[in-house]
């Protein structure tokens, strides 16, 4: 099969250190080694994969490249007994897109270990809908729970609330519940919020306190941040007794300036939320509960869908511009 031509979004850098992307032709043994050979159906577009598309070498060290952190799509060839040609898989996290040629792409290659097969109850589609946002989200979610945090305790505060991770936060915690309070930087966006299950709105200026006090009056249950900063310090401080607070974005800021008064006399949790290694069986454990209970009615609102992979292009520039709102997926073939 080595010799099978495939399309395939390309960044490069010239000579100039400029970088230019591309929709162009490889074949399959110019991908890596691995197990599994992946037929891409459906990916995603995160800002990780904005940033690797525009040369980040803190994302992607060496071009040309393939960027997308997300696949979903059927499995062509495998020498791992753990999956069949004709399987239906998805891979969000590890190295994909970032040194490793990445979702953006009609194949994809990568190790076994790296590999979820699709829940049932989940289409490729739905699965790159929540893609890594969906999976940060659902993971920061569960953290949250399984620390304690229930719906008669308070609000809890979701930052970043239009964004991929931030949008399937709210619409998760208003599934299971809680009273969600939202915070974002796009006041347009307040039907958006209040549609996908979010109670209350807060505008980021509200949310991000500069008074410089240690605590300020108890509000919420539980925080997912997105944002990082001084929003996420804030939010620190607004915490109520025994409350926990997840951490997974540096948006803002990758500071965080607090004392540790929060913690030692209200007793709060502060979680940091890994979804690029997260383990195998527990990672398969979120994806079939984003499947099940988890499965959301607000996928289409928060959902853009591009038909293919020249489509990026705009894209691209709107999401570093951040201009994008919810998810965004890219159709690459038909299942």
Known sequence: MDDIRFQALIVTEDEN?????TVSERMLHDLPQGQVLIRVCYSSLNYKDALSASGNKGVTRQYPHTPGIDAAGVVAESSDPTFMPGD???VTGFDLGMNTSGGFAEYIRVPAD????????????????????????????????????????GPVLVTGATGGVGSIAVALLAKSGYEVVAVTTKVNEIAYLQEIGAKEILS??????????????????GVVDTVGGNILSSAIKATRYGGTVTCCGNVTSGELHTSIYPFILNGISLLGIDSVNFPNPLRTQVWNRLATEWKLDHLETITTELPGLESLEERIALILQGKSRGRVIVKIALP
Not at 17 to 21: I, S
Not at 204 to 221: C, F, H, I, K, T
């Open 17 to 21: 250190n400029q970088f230019n992307r």
């Open 88 to 90: 239906q898989v998805l």
């Open 114 to 153: 790296w590999v979820v097969p699709l829940p049932t109850g989940m289409s490729l589609r739905e699965a790159m809908v929540y893609g890594t946002a969906g999976f940060t989200a659902a993971l920061s979610c569960y953290r949250l729970i399984n620390n304690g945090v229930l719906p008669e305790q």
């Open 204 to 221: 980021a200026v509200e949310a991000d306190d500069q008074s410089g006090r240690p605590l300020l009056r108890p509000r919420w249950a």
